[in-house]
Nanobody, 127 residues
Framework: QVQLVESGGGLVQAGDSLRLSCAAS????????MGWFRQAPGKEREFVVA????????SYADSVKGRFTISRDNAKNTMYLQMNSLKPEDTAVYYC????????????????????WGQGTQVTVSS
């Protein structure tokens, strides 16, 4: 059974940093594109950042560019999201996602481009 498990969320103040992790099990995701999405209360799930299967390519939403950094360790089957200079508007449940097919490029910035999802981890940024 494939599982993606996020961790690292929490309550922080504006300007602080957090590092989210997404640990995959049940299959290897080396070569599979992955990404992070987030959903704030009353809003639709939105794209945050994506990374290609080999980790060479990344794509960021404009709202997080320069503050967030995605990375992956295929040996550990784990993806990370380093979030710096957090703002109250970053408050949301953060979800990791993975594509079921091997593709060394990036997937589209839409939720339906991904097949596997984690349960989410809450990030709350106070002002």
């Amino acid at each position: 059974q494939v599982q993606l498990v996020e961790s690292g969320g929490g309550l922080v103040q504006a300007g602080d940093s957090l590092r989210l992790s997404c640990a995959a099990s049940g299959r290897t995701f080396s070569g599979h594109a992955m990404g992070w999405f987030r959903q704030a209360p009353g809003k639709e799930r939105e794209f945050v950042v994506a990374i290609s299967g080999g980790g060479e390519s990344t794509s960021y939403a404009d709202s997080v560019k320069g503050r967030f950094t995605i990375s992956r360790d295929n040996a550990k089957n784990t993806m990370y999201l380093q979030m710096n200079s957090l703002k109250p508007e970053d408050t949301a449940v953060y979800y990791c996602a993975a594509d079921s097919a091997i593709t060394y490029g990036l997937r589209p910035k839409t939720a339906n481009a991904y097949d596997y999802w984690g349960q989410g981890t809450q990030v709350t940024v106070s002002s």
